[in-house]
């Protein structure tokens, strides 16, 4: 038997060596482990619509705030079976509200009594009129007879005297008759005006609505006293909105109205198109911002007033591609506190890379630092460690 210079057998010494050699190989847990399913998603390139993004705001087309003329007690509030809350769709012609009537019924008949009066006025005086004619033609009769007595020295001056001024009283008589007719008749003109004004105001505790409109804001109820102007429905026109905001004056010289704008209305989910409809004449003096607004259809109202739209002015140039990933994908670096990173699946694992962020485009952003065609696991990145093993599933 061969035996070594310490004396030990070769045979025993190859078991030693083997049983150390085992020893000493490490164990990998990971690898002991059934492969974590993880769901990615390939690298891809994504060509932007180039150009510049701003925020606007959108507002109703048309608003208006609708109050009584006049004071009143609120007698009923138009509710179509229901009460009248705030976003309900008003037709247009709707009777809102209206205030209790029989307190201007009363200046309604004051003003119709004052006209006939004042009609009755005018028969009266058309009459003296009818008698005062009658009564120059007499006198005027009587004393041309005595006038011609007078000149044939039949009657003496008196009498021709008596004459004629009975004459001129039934002449004068004829002209004041004339006079109360003419004052008669501005009475009526001014009955009738008190009339038209009365029931104008009688007309006014009633509002109507419009146009067909949501209703933004109401701020009366049943009884309550509401003073002249007082705000009480605030309607607004949603048929269509305007996309209004601010573009510096490098971005305007390149707009003008009928222009179509795509935007983004996250809150609506969707994209929607408007068309320019006004560029203001002067920049803001406190932003240095030119005002746009641009209209945009909303027949099935999914934009509401205030929400907040994405506008895309598109250049002229055109765009390059960049590689992009699901928003989802990116994760914090574990070794930068300020940075972010991916897990790519390279060889069945999950290894990290660090990128740079840049743009979003909806629920991509464009990444530097892998490539297209990668694989990044798309949900779930921050659970795993470096090295894990991994299984992509759809």
Do not use: H
């Amino acid at each position: 038997m061969k035996v070594t210079r310490l004396g030990i057998p070769a045979a025993a010494m190859a078991v030693l060596l083997g049983a150390c050699q085992t020893q000493q190989k490490p164990v990998n847990e990971a690898d002991s482990k059934p492969p974590i399913p993880v769901k990615a998603a390939p690298v891809r390139l994504f060509t932007p619509q180039s150009g510049e993004r701003y925020s606007a705001s959108l507002a109703p087309a048309k608003q208006i705030a609708l109050s009584f003329r006049l004071a009143g007690f609120v007698e009923s509030v138009y509710g179509g079976g229901k009460r009248l809350e705030a976003g309900d769709l008003i037709p247009a012609g709707t009777v809102l509200a209206t205030l209790r009537p029989k307190d201007y019924d009363i200046p309604v008949q004051q003003a119709k009594g004052q006209l006939d009066a004042a009609r009755k006025s005018i028969e009266v005086a058309k009459a003296m009129v009818v008698e005062a004619e009658a009564g120059v033609t007499r006198a005027e009769a009587a004393w041309k007879r005595v006038n011609a007595l007078y000149e044939s020295r039949a009657v003496t001056a008196p009498d021709w005297e008596a004459a004629k001024a009975q004459r001129d009283v039934a002449v004068a008589q004829l002209g004041s008759a004339r006079s109360q007719v003419e004052a008669a008749t501005a009475q009526e003109r001014s009955a009738a005006a008190n009339v038209a004004a009365a029931e104008l105001a009688k007309a006014d505790t009633t509002l109507i609505a419009p146009y067909t409109a949501r209703l933004l804001q109401r701020a009366v109820e049943v009884g309550s006293l509401v003073s002249p102007g007082q705000p009480a429905f605030t309607l607004a026109d949603t048929g269509t909105v305007k996309a209004v905001f601010g573009v510096p004056d490098s971005s305007v010289a390149g707009l003008k109205v009928g222009d179509r704008l795509p935007m983004l209305v996250e809150t609506a989910q969707g994209q929607f198109t408007g068309s320019i409809t006004s560029i203001a004449a002067a920049a803001d003096p406190a932003t240095r911002l030119f005002l746009i607004e641009a209209t945009v259809p909303n027949a099935n109202g999914a934009l509401r007033p205030g929400m907040i739209a994405t506008v895309s002015l598109r250049s002229s140039g055109p765009s390059q591609p960049v590689a992009v990933v699901p928003l989802s994908a990116i994760v914090r670096s574990k070794t930068e506190g300020s940075g972010f990173s991916l897990m790519v699946v390279r060889g069945g694992r999950a290894r990290t890379q660090s990128v740079t962020l840049a743009t979003t485009y909806g629920d991509l952003i464009a990444v530097a630092g892998v490539q297209p065609g990668e694989l990044v696991i798309s949900s779930g990145a921050s659970l795993l460690a470096e090295g894990e093993r991994v299984e992509v599933i759809q």
